[in-house]
């Protein structure tokens, strides 16, 4: 019984909002949404494009300063027993 009460009680007041004038900011609101759309599409492109600029720039900086470098760098020895060792404080401690 108390379904029934519920049905005509939703049932008129469908009646009522079906019967009344839909305000005018809601003709509008689909236009307003699927503009907000399209400029978060266009804003999502243009970051795309901008990253994949920011990598090739990237990149080809470290080409660049990679190939920049005239000799490969080498290590040198630190072991005591390395001839003439630049870390050496005295000329004492160079080893012969």
Same mark, same amino acid.
């Given at each position: 019984?108390?379904?029934?009460?519920?049905?005509? !009680?939703?049932?008129?007041?469908?009646?009522?909002?079906?019967?009344?004038?839909?305000? *005018?900011?809601?003709?509008?609101?689909?236009?307003?949404?699927?503009?907000?759309?399209?400029?978060?599409?266009?804003? *999502?492109?243009?970051?795309?494009?901008?990253?994949? !600029?920011?990598? !090739?720039?990237?990149?080809?900086?470290?080409?660049? *300063?990679?190939?920049?470098?005239?000799?490969? *760098?080498?290590? %040198?020895?630190? %072991?005591?027993?390395?001839?003439? %060792?630049?870390?050496?404080? %005295?000329?004492?401690?160079?080893?012969?």
């Amino acid at each position: 019984m108390d379904e029934r009460i519920g049905d005509r !009680f939703m049932d008129e007041e469908l009646r009522i909002l079906k019967a009344g004038d839909m305000p *005018a900011a809601l003709d509008a609101l689909d236009d307003r949404i699927i503009g907000a759309l399209a400029v978060r599409r266009q804003e *999502a492109a243009a970051t795309r494009r901008l990253m994949a !600029f920011a990598a !090739f720039v990237s990149l080809g900086g470290g080409i660049v *300063a990679g190939s920049a470098v005239s000799q490969p *760098a080498m290590a %040198s020895p630190l %072991s005591p027993l390395a001839p003439a %060792s630049a870390l050496a404080p %005295s000329v004492l401690l160079d080893v012969h």
